[in-house]
């Protein structure tokens, strides 16, 4: 519906007004951007954007994304003008406060119709980039009577000088991603000042250059904007909107200014800002006729979610759109047969390869899983005989070819997890984790199911030398919070990492793997790698030493565990593919695997650092400095990770 500006503009100001008196109750927050992109917003919100404040989870609702989530206040004020159950006035009162939904950023945790937790600059763009890319492979597998939405952005200046923007940017043109976008907060202004201190960048000019269609318009002239939004709905590549506007408009001393950006306005200024837009209500108080011409706005939005539960009410693909959506594993995922058949041929390979063949039965099973690779698919083994890749011609292929664009992967494997219906995985070199780590940290805190398939796990990975050879990374991700490591240790312990790893929809995973062969340690299907830790081996003598292993080091715990054992002494092997499980079993099943009388050793080609909350004051085998460029025998040899030279070290504190 299409209304003129004397009933936009009264609008517009109900999310301004807001915006300067939450922020000043708060006495911090970001009230600049939210008045500077209200108009856009308005017109967006209005005559764009399909959604039913009543429905927030419909599946084929459009999709919004504050990419500047510092504009935080933008999307609370939307959403509670439009009608959605949350945020109340009551939480918009106290915006920040620890007690209320309205956090200093967007969290999707805390509010739904926030899609996405948003704030780190760049990603929220980055995300958006695997909404539109799930959008569009659940319309090639669903039709369009069920899934047909768009996915629109509003990103700032610093979204788009992020590094991750030019990897997001070249994806979605490359998968001419239409249904995506998004519109820039032109405002020519960013915190230190204005933009010409630090670009002079050709925006428009570059995401031409990488495919996309791009306009511009008068981001406080409402037909204009509605002119550019129509413009890129209707272009069927992804669309750059660039709308000039005015950073803190409204507020008549000090829009424009970069001062503006980040502080509460202050008394004064308000009561300035009032006159200037004619707004006279006391703050928190929305007139009710401007109240219902939000309230009205959505009404083509709840005819469009009517229509569409009638289409598939009688649309014989409902129910396993609904069971995608829902996020919940088909009743096979393979993972049974594929445990037998390990068990009758144990195979000696790497855990890369192990992972290979658990992802051949899942991906077999589990349609909604959606692979891919930063440009390493050969050495990630993530690609399937299931998994046609994913392209512009062929939407409804499950295999990305992300290019070497890491962090732009992760984050729109975050982007298809947030949308629903996909649950996707993506691989790298671990040591190149550091390239997507925001991203991966960014799963963990949206409770996403993203799997990290994360290969070449140490320096096993031999004459590549210390710039690819993992050290510190195992145990920094096992720091951030809400994120299963696993490191297993051969071909079932693989196979039981992906299965937890698909089983916990509401975190994400990672999975430490092997370049180099690794010998069979496990014969059974009793999904022992649930508890994160488990004895693998029982010392035949008396018990004096405990070895905590995990991945390829299990196989040298064993060797140090025998020799042990050889001199009297009895040593248990714990394998240990994930320290997060563990930490959430019993008090008593931790005392009996870390029996307080026994020596604890433990064994992994990393930093030692952290061991010590299971060793104690034992000892701790690992690497703590960079690797070498050798064949791996010598390198394994060199850094003292042989039983050999870790024999002699136990045996001192033994003896
Ligand atoms: C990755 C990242 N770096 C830095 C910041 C801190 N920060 C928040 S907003 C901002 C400036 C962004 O400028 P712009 O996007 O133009 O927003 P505007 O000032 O126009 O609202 C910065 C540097 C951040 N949130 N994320
Ligand atoms: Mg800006």
């Known amino acids: 519906m299409t209304r003129d500006s004397t009933a936009l503009a009264p609008m517009a100001n109900a999310i301004r007004a807001l915006a300067m008196d939450a922020v000043q109750a708060a006495n911090s927050g970001h009230p600049g951007m939210p008045m500077g992109m209200a108009d856009v917003a308005t017109v967006l919100w209005t005559q764009f954007l399909k959604h039913d404040p009543a429905a927030p989870k419909w599946s084929d609702r459009d999709r919004f994304i504050l990419s500047a989530g510092h504009g935080s206040m933008l999307i609370y004020a939307l959403l509670h003008l439009t009608g959605y159950e949350s945020p109340t006035m009551e939480d918009i009162r106290k915006f920040r406060q620890i007690d209320s939904v309205c956090a200093g950023h967007p969290e999707n945790f805390l509010i739904p119709g926030v899609e996405c937790t948003t704030g780190p600059l760049g990603q929220g763009l980055a995300m958006a980039v695997g909404f539109a890319m799930a959008e569009r492979h659940l319309n090639a597998q669903f039709g369009d ?69 791009v306009t511009s318009c008068d981001g406080h002239d409402f037909a204009d904007i509605a002119r550019a939004l129509a413009e890129a709905k209707a272009d069927p590549r992804p669309s750059l909107v660039a709308c000039r506007t005015v950073i ?38 929305i007139p009710v006729e401007i109240l219902n ?14 229509e569409w539960e009638a289409r598939a009410a009688v649309n014989p693909q409902a129910a396993e759109l609904a069971r995608r959506m829902a996020g919940d594993l088909p009743a096979e995922t393979g993972l049974d047969g594929y445990l037998q058949s390990l068990i009758a041929n144990p195979p000696k390979v790497a855990t890369r390869k192990s992972s290979e063949m658990a ?67 993506g691989g790298t070199f671990l040591v190149f984790s550091d390239y997507c780590r925001n991203a991966v940290r960014m799963s963990a805190l949206q409770h996403v199911r993203a799997i990290y398939v994360f290969t070449h796990d140490s320096i096993g990975l031999g004459e590549d030398g210390p710039t690819h050879q993992p050290v510190e990374h195992v145990m920094s991700l096992r ?150 460029s050798a064949p791996i025998d010598v390198l394994y040899d060199h850094f003292g990770l042989t039983a050999e030279k870790i024999v002699p070290q136990v045996l001192s504190r033994v003896s």
Request: with cysteine; hydrophobic share 40%.
């Open 248 to 285: 803190g408009k409204g507020a008549p001393n000090k829009q424009g200014g970069h001062n503006v950006h980040g502080s509460p306005l202050g008394a004064d200024e308000i009561a300035a800002a009032r006159e200037y837009l004619g707004w006279t209500s006391a703050p928190f108080e």
């Open 293 to 306: 011409n939000w309230r009205s706005s959505v009404e083509a939005g709840k005819a469009a979610r009517a």
């Open 479 to 628: 720091m951030i919070p809400n994120l299963l490591v696993f490191r297993p240790a051969d071909a079932i312990e693989t196979a039981e990492a992906w299965a937890l790893a698909l089983a916990n929809k509401d975190r994400p995973s990672v999975l430490a793997l092997t370049r180099q062969n690794l010998p069979p340690v496990r014969f059974d299907a009793e999904m022992k790698s649930a508890k994160g830790a488990y004895r693998l081996v029982s010392a035949s003598a008396a018990r004096k030493v405990v070895l905590l292993a995990t991945g390829s080091e299990v196989e040298v715990a064993m060797k140090v565990a025998a020799a042990l054992e050889k001199h009297g002494l009895g040593a248990d092997v714990v394998s240990v593919p994930c320290w997060e499980l563990f930490d959430e079993q019993d008090a008593a099943y931790k005392a009996d695997l870390l029996p307080a009388d026994a020596l604890k050793v433990s064994i992994e080609a990393g930093v030692t650092l952290g061991w010590q909350k299971y060793v104690g004051d034992g000892l701790s085998i690992g690497i703590d400095t960079f690797g070498a």
């Open 145 to 213: 009577d069920l899934v047909d939405h768009h996915t629109w952005v509003v990103a700032g200046d610093g979204c788009l000088m992020e590094g991750i923007n030019h990897e997001a940017v070249g994806l979605a043109g490359t998968l001419k991603l239409g249904r995506l976008n998004v519109l820039w907060d032109d405002n020519k202004i960013t915190i230190d000042g204005d933009t010409s201190l630090s670009t002079t960048e050709d925006i428009l000019g570059r995401y031409t250059a990488s495919g996309w269609h």
């Open 359 to 425: 992802l051949e039965a899942y991906t077999a099973n589990v349609p909604e899983m959606v692979g891919g690779s930063a440009d390493l698919t050969g050495s990630n083994n993530t690609k399937t005989k299931s998994t046609a890749p994913f392209t512009p011609e062929s939407y409804d292929g499950r295999y990305v070819y992300y290019g070497i664009r890491e962090f732009g992967m992760a984050a729109a494997m975050n982007g298809m997890a947030l949308h629903g219906g996909v649950i996707p995985y």
